[in-house]
């Protein structure tokens, strides 16, 4: 009995998601609607009554449904790259001189740029097991429940394969339109693009969301094609569109710099009449043999390029100019314009930088400027069409105080910039709180940007510690609209959790001018406590390679300032770490989890600097070798562990092999 219901499964199933690829990725579909519910009810009611027969790769699992409390981490078993951006003609020569100078004669691979976010979906025995965001590269979220539910991602493929796929995640323009008109009628904030509108819908937790927002893949990326014994791109391309991914028809085989051309003319052509949004072509060598060849660099492929589409330049008003005050004080005019569509997003609002900006173009309100934007860089205000002008144009004035507290703002001799030095300014502490929870400060997943707005015009987080007594406010927060029970406590679990951070967030994320997460990480790295760095003279400071003058005076003078000393005495009574963890966010296969022991002198870098480069990258040093050691980096006149490792068999690395991958890495 359960045999023969486990059978019409299977034959439900594979009715239900041949209709799905009919459909969804063919765009040919032969069965009708009424058929397609039938089946899909039959199934549901099987899957009800045995539950053990319900698959969760099951087409019922497509309408969505799985709710999770918070996104689990995914570490990419090779990092997703992103490729190098290139706007003309003359780099896309440069690229392929580049490789033809290597010694190749390279045919290519043109294909659309999707605006939309990438994807890694795993398969295991043909079934689809896991699909992750980018994330930062190394490390993505899983979006397993909601990858289930786009309709043009197989869950089973045609062969029962282990394999992993990578590609894009977006959504198609009249997708975003109904979506928006919808929210237009609830009130809703509306998505300004379709990546943006694809973004959002990915990183819900309730998948029943994600499954009604029309979400499209297009396949492009196979990470390890010699598992397939498949020799070129295109062939990979071929490969994965037989299992039945959803790759695109637009992907063409061309011989040289020619063929490339024509591809971006056609498209630049066809752009806007597409379905969806590009911002451009990729450009992939087509042998696999020569992207082996030519490698990374830490960043990108050596092997392929993104052309960009030209910036698109629409004209509007400017109908004044407005200050807003950041984290350091720093005085930053923008313009407001009357509303105008840029490739797609409403542009109000753009940065003017600062008063030389403004006067260098020579801005008046009520000018008549251009705007432009490219992809999703920041919409800039290119010019003031001066033939435009009428006469009640207004001259801009520079401010000469703080538009939020009216202290009289400063600007330091030699600079361009304007601040308002009230460190009690609210302005300053707001965007001050929205950096410290931030990404790459202490990364305190659901305190984003319009939550510490709304908590601070609450009155529940005023300063950095705040955030921290945020539990004595649970309750009142449980009971704020928008706010449920279990995301409160997600949040205060997120907060507690950013306690542990390793030291270079915290330092990147106090807001000291002129740190960002990169000089952050060197601080960590080589002074490994913050007692350690606070008890720093600028000359001390200056000794270090990535830090000037400024720097070094921005740090003690920030240090010195008894405000902060006491900010930071807080947050150490608060239970926060005030160390070094040294497991930066880096990745990299050779170092990553790999036990190091360096011995002997090596000339371009010292032990410690070493061992923080190692740690970095999330490998381990240590003082002496054992079995367990994966490499031993040997300089001049090493001592015994040398030999050790030579005894035991274990991975010896010179100078020259150590500088190569540190070379790669940026880190020399
Ligand atoms: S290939 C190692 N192909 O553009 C190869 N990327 O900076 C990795 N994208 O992060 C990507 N369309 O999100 C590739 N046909 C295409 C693409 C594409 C859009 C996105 C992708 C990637 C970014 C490149």
Known sequence: MLEEKRKRVKELTEILEKANYEYYVLADPTLTDQEFDKYMRELEELENEYPELASPTSPTKRVGGEVIDKFQKIRHSIPMLSLPDVFNEDEIREFDERIRKAGFEPEYVCELKIDGLSGSFHYEDGELVTGATRGDGVVGEDITHNVKTIRSLPLRLKENIDIEVRGEIYMPRKVLSKLNQERAELDLPLFQNCRNAAAGSIRQLDSKIAAGRGLDTWIYHLPNPEDYGIKTHYEALEFMKNLGFKVNPANRL?????????????????????????????????????????????????????????AEEVLTKLTDIIFTV????????????????????????????NEDYVLEKGLKIGDIVSIRKAGDV??????????????????????????????????????????????????????????????????????????????????????????????????????????????????LEAIETSKKNSLERLLFGLGIEGIGDKTALVLARHFKTLDALMSQTEEDLKS???????????????????????????????????????SGEKYHELITDKRFVVTG???????????????????????????KTNVVIVGEKPGSKADKARELGIEIWDEGRLYSLFEELGEV
């Open 254 to 310: 061309v011989k040289d710099i020619d063929g490339i051309l024509k591809f971006i003319d056609e498209y630049a052509e066809k752009r806007s009449s597409l379905t969806y949004d590009i911002d451009g072509v990729v450009i992939k060598v087509n042998d696999l043999e020569m992207q082996d060849a030519l490698g990374f660099t830490s960043k990108h492929p050596r092997w392929a390029i993104a052309y960009k589409f030209p």
């Open 326 to 353: 950041g984290r350091t004080g720093r005085i930053t005019p923008n313009a407001v314009l009357e509303p105008v569509i840029v490739m797609g997003s409403t542009i109000k609002r753009a940065t003017l930088h």
């Open 378 to 491: 920041i919409p800039e205000v290119v010019e003031a069409k001066i033939e435009r002008r009428t006469g009640n144009e207004k001259d801009f004035i520079m401010i000469k105080n703080c538009p939020i507290c009216g202290s009289e703002l400063s600007k330091k001799k030699g600079q361009v910039d304007y601040f308002c030095m009230n460190p009690k300014c609210p302005a300053r502490h707001i965007e001050g709180l929205i950096h410290f929870c931030s990404r790459k400060a202490m990364n305190i997943d659901g305190l984003g940007e319009r939550i510490v707005e709304d908590f601070f015009n609450l009155g529940f987080i005023k300063t950095i510690p705040d955030i921290y007594h945020l539990e004595i406010h649970k309750k009142d927060l449980q009971e704020l609209e928008g706010y449920g029970k279990k995301s409160i406590e997600n949040l």
């Open 544 to 582: 270090l390679k990535d830090i000037g003058p400024i720097l070094a005076h921005n740090i003690v003078s920030y240090f010195q300032y008894v405000d902060n000393q006491e900010l930071i005495h807080t947050l150490k009574e608060l239970g926060l770490n005030m160390n070094f963890l040294g």
């Open 601 to 627: 002198t090596i000339s371009f870098m010292g032990r410690d600097e070493i061992e923080g480069v190692i740690e970095s990258y999330g490998g381990h040093a240590s003082g002496s070798v054992s079995s």
